[in-house]
């Protein structure tokens, strides 16, 4: 069974960032729950899992891209802030990390073994993709409608939705952590 300390120890430093309580004790609940529903046993299985399903990860895998497109995104806010004198809206920084931490939670319960080693899409995940699984365990639990759209919109059920800017900063974050793995398969990365 996966706990919430394992949770609290996987995304601790991001965590730490979540200046509201309830809404990082929520972020933490959402991963416990997903994994419960998943049927996910360690934190092993999590670092075991890809990312994706719809291109070759290359190793990379489920917990280190969740961590990168919450730093990305983290980045991708403070780049603007440096640089813009006058910021043109403001970004929420609990909703960003939570958003990020959360916005491929649904994956848990999108994803399962094959029993042959491999992964594949789940019954669940055959009814919804996970950013509407991910968007309704995120509002089950009462976090912000913010951060459901953060979920709910990161992909492409976001295209021309409205979107608070941290959807849209998670979004690209996590594009470019996907597009260039999809780019390898297709032989369209310049690599060397
Ligand atoms: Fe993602």
Known sequence: MISKSDIEELFGPYLSMIKDENI?????KAWVIGCE????????????????????CKG?????????????????????????ANMPYGIDYDRLIA?????????????????QGGYRKSHAGKCARHPISGAILADEIGLPEEIVNVIGCHAKEGDGRPQVIETVLVHQADFATFNPLVMITKGNLINE
């Open 24 to 28: 990082r004790e929520g972020t933490v």
């Open 37 to 56: 529903r998943g049927n996910w046993q360690s934190v092993d299985e999590l670092k075991a899992m890809p990312f994706t399903l719809l291109t070759d």
């Open 60 to 84: 990379v895998n489920f917990i280190e891209h969740t961590l990168a497109v919450t730093e990305g995104a983290l980045q991708l806010a403070k780049a603007q802030e440096k640089h813009y």
């Open 99 to 115: 958003g990020g931490i959360l916005h491929d939670v649904g994956k848990l319960m999108e994803f399962e073994k094959d029993g």
